[in-house]
């Protein structure tokens, strides 16, 4: 078992920078993928990113590469989001997400992969 809770989300107006971050406690965090999806409102969510176990992998949605970097910190069992040069089409709520660790993926993108939510973090950008 994994708990995920996010924190980080806020106002910023479009072109700013926000870094959102996930905090895990429970067993094996460093056994599991990690990754953020995030929710539009009125939309599905949708995959941003994720990282593999050691850190070293990552994978990014098109709408967001090269401007957002994920990173992992497994002492501090705590993943990050940074987001740059934001625009309002980034407006959601974002959730963290983990995998069980008998998952040996380097990235899944497909949010039924994941077994371990968060409540999400509001992340709103004003243009």
């Known amino acids: 078992q994994v708990q995920l809770v996010e924190s980080g989300g806020g106002l910023v107006q479009a072109g700013g920078s926000l870094r959102v971050s996930c905090a895990a406690s429970?067993?094996?965090?460093?056994?599991?993928?990690t990754a953020w999806f995030r929710q539009a409102p009125g939309k599905e969510r949708e995959f941003v990113a994720s990282?593999?176990?050691?850190?070293?992998?990552?994978d990014y949605a098109d709408s967001v590469t090269g401007r957002f970097t994920i990173s992992r910190d497994n002492a501090k069992n705590t993943v990050y989001l940074q987001m740059n040069s934001l625009k309002p089409e980034d407006t959601g709520d974002y959730y963290c997400?983990?995998?069980?660790?008998?998952?040996?993926?380097?990235?899944?993108?497909?949010?039924?992969?994941?077994?371990?939510w968060g409540q999400g973090t509001q992340v709103a950008v004003s243009s």
């Open positions: 997400a983990a995998t069980r660790p008998t998952y040996t993926e380097n990235t899944i993108r497909e949010e039924g992969q994941y077994a371990y």
């Open positions: 429970g067993r094996a965090f460093s056994a599991r993928l």
């Open positions: 990282v593999s176990r050691s850190g070293d992998r990552t």
